[in-house]
Nanobody, 123 residues
Framework: QVQLVESGGGLVQAGGSLRLSCAAS????????VGWFRQAPGKEREFVAA????????YYADSVKGRFTISRDNAKNTVYLQMNSLKPEDTAVYYCAARSTTIRHHPGDYDYWGQGTQVTVSS
């Protein structure tokens, strides 16, 4: 079992930055791939970024590539999403999710989810 708690969301102006954190419980967290997803009102949950269990592989949605960076610190059981050059279209609830073994891009492939953190980017 893995429990995930996101933090770091908030209100920011366009062009600003935020860093989201995903804190996990469970001593086997380092064995899990972690993804960040987001969901805007009236839209489906979409993939944002993911990182392999060891941190050696990362993947990004085209819409955030070059602006967002995912990283993890397994000693702290935490995964981060650094978001720079934020745009109003980045406004959404951001969720982290975990799954054993390899990275996947589809939300349905993830077993554990956090409660989400709101990110609002004003124009």
């Amino acid at each position: 079992q893995v429990q995930l708690v996101e933090s770091g969301g908030g209100l920011v102006q366009a062009g600003g930055s935020l860093r989201l954190s995903c804190a996990a419980s469970g001593r086997t967290f380092r064995a899990y791939a972690v993804g960040w997803f987001r969901q805007a009102p009236g839209k489906e949950r979409e993939f944002v970024a993911a990182i392999s269990w060891g941190g050696g592989s990362t993947y990004y949605a085209d819409s955030v590539k070059g602006r967002f960076t995912i990283s993890r610190d397994n000693a702290k059981n935490t995964v981060y999403l650094q978001m720079n050059s934020l745009k109003p279209e980045d406004t959404a609830v951001y969720y982290c999710a975990a799954r054993s073994t390899t990275i996947r891009h589809h939300p349905g492939d993830y077993d554990y989810w956090g409660q989400g953190t709101q990110v609002t980017v004003s124009s």
